[in-house]
């Protein structure tokens, strides 16, 4: 059974850092498409940041450009997130998710391509 844990939240201030973490049950490098999307309250899922072509390439939300990083180590099996700079607008949910299907390259930042998610982790960036 294919697992994706999540690590690393919390809180943070505005300009500080935080770096979140997913490990997988099953090799990452199986999947096409992994990567972070997040939920704020009262809005919808979001696609944050992932790698696509079976990491070969990576889609980051505009609002998260130049701040965020993503990076997928398949010798561990993670995929990690770097956050920097985070902005208060940046609070939600954040979860991991893989898609073993190969559409999902098509709209990598889409939630429906994916099959595979994890429990989430709060991240909440104060003023």
């Known amino acids: 059974q294919v697992q994706l844990v999540e690590s690393g939240g919390g809180s943070v201030q505005a300009g500080g850092s935080l770096r979140l973490s997913c490990a997988a049950t099953?090799?990452?490098?199986?999947?096409?498409?992994m990567g972070w999307f997040r939920q704020a309250p009262g809005k919808e899922r979001e696609g944050v940041a992932v790698?696509?072509?079976?990491?070969?390439?990576?889609w980051y939300a505009d609002s998260v450009k130049d701040r965020f990083t993503i990076s997928q180590d398949n010798g561990e099996n993670t995929v990690d997130l770097q956050m920097s700079s985070p902005k208060p607008e940046d609070t939600a949910v954040y979860y991991c998710?893989?898609?073993?299907?190969?559409?999902?390259?098509?709209?990598?930042?889409?939630?429906?391509?994916?099959?595979?998610w994890g429990q989430g982790t709060q991240v909440t960036v104060s003023s």
């Open positions: 790698t696509y072509r079976s990491g070969g390439s990576t």
């Open positions: 099953t090799y990452t490098s199986r999947y096409v498409c």
């Open positions: 998710a893989a898609s073993s299907a190969g559409i999902c390259n098509n709209a990598p930042w889409s939630r429906i391509w994916y099959n595979y």
